[in-house]
């Protein structure tokens, strides 16, 4: 079996050029030449995010980086309503019940994005601290309409979270102009390079309130440390703990490498694949997870039908074609496959032999 080709909606796989920026001697997290590159980071970060708010990168993960965003918009006892779109959305739900605060779950019909209308009647009908939604829904490939989302909390006053874990570097984002309070990423999905990182972005009017919340802090996870030590210190100990270094100077190279081929045209990239590889399947006679307007450039959700189990068409062209893509989740877990259209797999070329594979396990079963 030869290396294997990872189509996995995370991690993703990464460049020559970023895998390398890792070696070398094992850098100081402090001094002036981390801190350019930490700086750096963080300001080309703002480009992605759309934002000219702060963006915080710390050791750990998108999951850390949801907790600490929770922690900073909602006090105990506060309710978040989450758009539910599937698990990304119940990983939400447990990060607000960690933080104290209650989770109230407003279901996305299956295959659809998220109806704003369906929001605003949700925000009329109780009292909501914050909602929360998922970007891209990475278990199903869904896309959310961000923008609209956004703006009916904003008409209500309420803040909004996005978790854009799986979506950020594949398509755009306007975290200000859409009005959204807080958005989350890592270093391992879209953006193209190791894990390692979590990030939270924060629009700058969002700062108030974080600093009247009532609730303890907790110490690493509040982002009002992380801001300070940023601000106080940012020419040679912008960070608040010691940082996974090599995580950061990777992530610096894939981003400057993103930011050369630029944004539009990566996102148009993106586009692209994803239609070839729909295209591609329902020429198969495959039938998407989502509607057409509504899936995700950089995931790809497929029904698997009842012809075969996704864990056997996964392990298949493993085996066969050292090719790795993944399955469904929870109870769809074998009736969906996946396959991740991300970074440099985003483009027809790398897709072809994931095509040519799922057919030639297809012409095996008959
Ligand atoms: C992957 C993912 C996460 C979790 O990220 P980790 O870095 O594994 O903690 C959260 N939300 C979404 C939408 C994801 O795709």
């Known amino acids: 079996m030869g290396l294997i080709r990872n189509f996995t909606p995370g991690p993703i796989e990464v460049s020559e050029e970023v895998l390398a920026a890792q070696y070398g001697s094992q850098a100081l997290h ?10 750096r980071v963080t300001e080309n970060l703002q480009q992605f995010f759309g934002t000219s708010g702060h963006v915080a990168v710390v050791p750990g993960c998108g999951t850390l980086a949801n907790e600490m965003a929770v922690r900073a918009l909602l006090d105990e006892g506060q309710t978040a309503l989450i758009l539910d779109a599937g698990y990304f959305s119940n990983v939400l739900k447990k990060t607000v019940e960690g933080c104290g605060a209650k989770a109230v779950l407003l279901p996305v019909p299956e295959g659809k994005p998220a109806d704003p209308e369906m929001l605003r009647e949700a925000l009329f009908a109780q009292k909501i601290d914050l909602v929360c939604f998922t970007h891209v829904e990475t278990s199903t490939g869904l896309l959310n309409p961000v923008e609209k989302l956004a703006r009916v909390a ?65 110490g690493f996870t509040d982002i009002l440390r992380w801001r300070d030590q940023y601000d106080a210190a940012r020419d040679w100990h912008p960070s608040l703990t010691t940082m996974p270094v090599a995580s950061v100077r990777a992530l610096d190279v894939a981003l400057r ?92 070329s790398a897709l072809r032999p994931v095509v040519s594979g799922i057919k030639d396990f297809l012409s095996r079963k008959v």
């Not at 402090?30 to 700086?39: D, Q, R």
Request: hydrophobic share 40%.
């Open 154 to 218: 904003r008409d209500e006053g309420v803040p909004v979270l996005v978790d854009s874990v799986s979506a950020l570097g594949t398509c755009p984002s306007q975290m200000d102009d859409w009005g959204v309070s807080i958005m989350t990423s890592a270093s391992q999905k879209g953006l193209e390079s190791v894990p390692g990182l979590g990030l939270v972005a924060v629009a700058d009017h969002v700062w108030q309130q974080i600093e009247a919340k009532q609730s303890p802090r907790c």
């Open 30 to 39: 402090v001094g002036s030449e981390f801190s350019k590159v930490y700086i």
């Open 257 to 348: 490498k993103i930011l050369t081929e630029g944004l539009d045209t990566r996102y148009a990239r993106h586009s692209e694949a994803r239609d070839y590889l729909c295209r591609s399947m329902q020429v198969m006679g495959f039938e998407m997870q989502i509607q057409v307007g509504a899936r995700a450039p950089g995931v790809t959700a497929v029904r698997a039908g009842a012809a075969f189990q996704s864990s056997d068409l996964v392990a298949a062209l493993v085996a066969d074609h050292s090719i790795r893509i993944a399955g469904g989740f929870g109870a769809n877990r074998e009736e969906v496959f996946r396959v991740a259209h991300m970074g440099d797999n985003a483009n027809i």
